[in-house]
């Protein structure tokens, strides 16, 4: 198993890496995606198979669509994207940096949590998903309604082509 | 939760107006929708309630919390009609999408859980990254709203790295259960620590208090002004309402780990708000920087964490809306008048041929300020008097000397108004903005001089 | 599945790739490539969420449903921001994060 989990934490690694430094926006959304994949093959061996899914299809079949979507309809896959100065570069690292030490340092401490060796290969499938769903996280469900249909209504609003008009 | 869904289902009705093409009744309907909501929301008062599995948690506090959101928001509707004017395309949708936002302010101020948190302030500010571009064709308000969508991104991210890693120590996101677990356990861990630094630094995103507020001058003048007044009043209010929510619901027993956060906030909001606001030659942007110094204030009533936190916020919220709503109202009239980038020059000789404008724009700057019988003076007294009860008496000093700091940009309005001549003419103003003016400045004075009625409430 | 794999070991892999995620946030120009980047901190919080979920709580499906709603509003923030930033290449002919600096101070 930990073969496993190397070769997935390999490949997602690089991919992301690749995502951040490679100069066109196309390469960068085919790494995201291969990423992605290898984030699903670490929930299935996280035994969440449902959400595995949910991650494919959601994440890879329609956002990272939508952006080579755009991509491809803006015509924004020129290499032209300028570079930003040294002292940018070597902020981000030293700050990024900052943070991953004081991260690593306090997931180190994890090791104090006591560890539940309980284990049912069952608990990720949707039927145990649905219960709960509609139970204990009905209200999260129905407000995400709410700002779905925002999201739908913005997005028309903002896409919309229109004459100009003078308007203040 | 009746209010909850009267908000929205008044958004969603708003949206149905844009078949019969009837632009007068939007305002009528978005008010009572409003209201309604209001009266519903005073039903609730003394009933708490746990719903939804202990997803939603309304008390008094939420209560009150609500209604200072719901005045505020009946106000910028009101404001809305005469500003709209001569907008034909997309307007009810903008109604809409305040309402859906609005839903997930109310959201805010009674979760009881993380997921609701969470669910809480993105409902809040998904539409709001619409509403900053919703002028589509300037330039100034698409670069807001991408700013603005880029750093509130950048904040959920932080956020849920947060809520992770308390979830990694307690297992849970019941606020309650949160709080038992920190209360029962000797060492707060590393990772815990982490996680509340975490949320805490979002929050004040959210809120733009210093050093997270570089992307608030911006945003606040890129969008449109109705926006801006509605992002400087309802979504502060609601974000620093959740915060302190969640700092006494379940982060109480923390206290040590958060207050050197905040006084850090504190500090820097006072430093940047104010030398930001001196330096402005646009009153839109010293508004937004006089924004950022009064979470400062807010925050200092948080960091007190006592009896009189949650009443002292509560009498500061409901000063600072008002004042606000009144200065940014009168501020559109002025720029749509003048048809001028809103400079400081704009405002001279406001006395002379519009009395009432100019009154309402001096009491709110002096409510601002905190000069007597405005309820600003109260509001800063008693969030004083309770960071004092808890030994900080050092941050009051800091906020005495920031609040007399203030008095140069807000005086220099008035100066403007009252001394400096100019040729300018009598401003037109439709009803209900006449209506939204005269609430504004009537509760203003009536708070400051009978403070005890808001006191005293939660 | 996970036998012989310390929880620490995901919770690494999920830290560096919130470091990836903030070093491309921070260094592109590329407004696309940025929500890209807001992506991969996403997902690097997702797979902590899961693996607690997995290792300390797995009698409770908290972790898995937290992950399920930052999926959800994933997507919607995607929307949203895919609309701002056709938006806003119509108007400046170009998504680079410093051509649009219209507002100095």
Known sequence: MIFLFYLLSGVALLSALMVVFS?????????????????????????????????????????????????????????????????????????????????????????????????????????????????????????????????????????????????? | MLTLITIAATGIIILYTTFFKSRKLLVPIAITGALTALAFNISDWNTNQLLFNNMMKIDNYSVAFNSVMILSLILILLLSHQYFKGVDKN???????????FTGACLLTSFNNFTMLFIGIETMSIPLYVLAGSKKFSIRSNEASFKYFIMGSFATAIFLLGVALVYGVTGSFNMSEVSEYISATAKISSLMKLGILFIVISIGFKIAAAPFHFWAPDVYEGSPTLVTTYMATVVKVAGIAALLRLLTGCFIGAAAEWQHILEAFIILSFVIGNFGAIQQQSVKRMLA??????????????????????????????????????????????????????????FNGLAKHNPFLAFVMLTAMLSMTGIPITAGFFAKYYVFLASVKSGYSWLVICAIIAALVGVAYYFRIIINMYYKESNSEKIIKDNYFVISLIIATAITLAVGILPQFIIGLI | MTEGIPLNYFLILSTLMFFIGIYGFLTRRNLITILMSVE????????????????????????????????????????????????????????????ANEMKY
């Open chain 2, 91 to 101: 307007v009810s949708e903008i109604y809409s999408l305040l309402f859906f936002s």
């Open chain 1, 23 to 168: 100069r066109s926006p196309i390469n960068s959304v085919i790494h995201l995606i291969i990423c992605f994949l290898a984030i699903a093959g670490h929930y299935i061996l996280l035994n969440a198979q449902f959400l595995a899914v949910v991650h494919i299809i959601v994440y890879t079949g329609a956002i990272m669509v939508l952006f080579l979507f755009v991509i491809m309809l803006l015509n924004l896959n020129k290499e032209n994207e300028p570079h930003k100065k040294l002292y940018t570069k070597l902020a981000a690292i030293i700050s990024g940096g900052m943070l991953l030490l004081v991260l690593t340092g306090a997931v180190k401490s994890v090791a104090l949590i006591p560890f539940n060796e309980k284990f049912d290969s069952q608990i990720g499938l949707v039927g145990n998903f649905g219960k709960i769903l509609f139970n204990e996280f009905m209200l999260p469900f129905e407000a995400s309604s709410v700002l779905f249909l925002s999201a739908i209504i913005g997005a028309m609003i903002l896409g919309k082509k229109e004459k100009i008009t003078n308007n203040e």
């Open chain 3, 40 to 99: 991969l901190i996403l997902n690097s919080v997702n797979i902590n969420f899961v693996a607690f979920n997995n290792y300390l709580y797995p009698d409770r499906l908290q972790g898995h449903f937290f992950t399920l709603f930052i999926i959800a509003v994933a997507a919607a923030e995607a929307a949203v921001a895919i609309a701002i930033i056709i938006n806003i290449y119509r108007n400046f002919k170009s998504i680079n994060v410093e051509d």
């Open chain 2, 289 to 346: 920087y006089s924004s950022i110094s009064h979470t400062g204030f807010m925050l200092l009533a948080i960091i007190a964490i006592n009896q009189f936190s949650a009443s002292s916020l509560l009498y500061y919220s409901l000063s600072y809306s008002l004042a606000t709503i009144a200065a940014f109202a009168v501020l559109i009239l002025v720029k749509n008048y003048k048809n001028s980038d809103a400079s400081y020059e704009s």
